[in-house]
């Protein structure tokens, strides 16, 4: 069963302009958050987390948001550039006897157009 | 470069042979995951090490699937008598005890034909 669930395959936003990537959650333990880009053919890079006892964290252009009560997450970029464009991954975990096993969605392809 | 490095990047094999993959994790990190990746999907949780003990592997795929960290530095997966099905990306992962962020290697991608 999916517990982490990205609904858009796909998006396409004109370089300068706002890119904001969907999350959404069912398991109401997991208590870390992280987003991850990937190129084809390599392996996803971490660009951001945020712990449940959070709402906001930013770092440069991208920012994420939380909101607990909704089980959401969204990752803004601010502005976007071509070189932003990639597969786009939400990931979540608890700890269990697994470490921080991440939970991923099934990603959204991003696509910034000059 | 200091990052997680995975060996092959690529392995084409037939149904039924055995692979191993190898993973080098970040040298200080004390935490080391593979995954697995396949078409259209996110990466999924195989199993788990904490040093060298393997603290989860009810969810390696099928009894074929083994990992070992012997030293508590490197890690190998190996798939015994592989399947077409088998065919994916796998990805390895390594964390600090300290911080929960995984940085993952490039992958290795096994086609069985």
């Known amino acids: 069963d999916q517990q982490v669930k990205q609904n858009s395959p796909s998006l396409s936003v004109q370089e300068g302009r706002i890119s904001i990537l969907n999350c959404d959650y069912t398991?109401?333990?997991?208590?870390?958050f992280l987003w991850y880009k990937k190129y084809p053919a390599e392996g996803p890079t971490f660009l951001i987390s945020?712990?449940?006892?959070?709402d906001k964290n930013e770092d440069g252009r991208f920012t994420v948001f939380l909101n607990k009560s909704a089980k959401h997450l969204s990752l803004h970029i601010v502005p976007s550039q071509p070189g932003d464009s990639a597969v786009y991954f939400c990931?979540?975990?608890?700890?269990?006897?697994?470490?921080?096993?991440?939970?991923f969605g099934k990603g959204t392809s991003l696509l910034v157009t000059p | 470069d200091t990052g997680v490095s995975q060996d092959p990047r690529h392995k084409i094999t037939k149904r039924g042979q055995n692979v191993t993959f190898r993973c080098d994790p970040i040298?200080?990190?004390?935490?080391l995951y593979w995954y697995r990746q396949t078409l259209g999907q996110g990466p999924e949780f195989l199993t788990y090490f904490q040093n060298e003990a393997q603290l989860e592997k009810s969810r390696l795929l099928s009894d074929r699937f083994s990992a070992e960290r012997p030293k508590g530095s490197f890690s190998t997966l190996e798939i015994q008598r592989t399947e077409q099905g088998d065919s994916a990306m796998y990805l390895c992962a390594s964390s600090s005890l300290t911080y929960n962020e995984q940085f993952f290697g490039p992958g290795t991608r096994l086609t069985v034909l």
């Open positions: 040298s200080e990190h004390n935490r």
């Open positions: 945020i712990s449940s006892i959070k």
């Open positions: 990931a979540a975990s608890e700890i269990t006897n697994s470490g921080y096993a991440l939970n």
């Open positions: 398991n109401s333990m997991f208590d870390y």
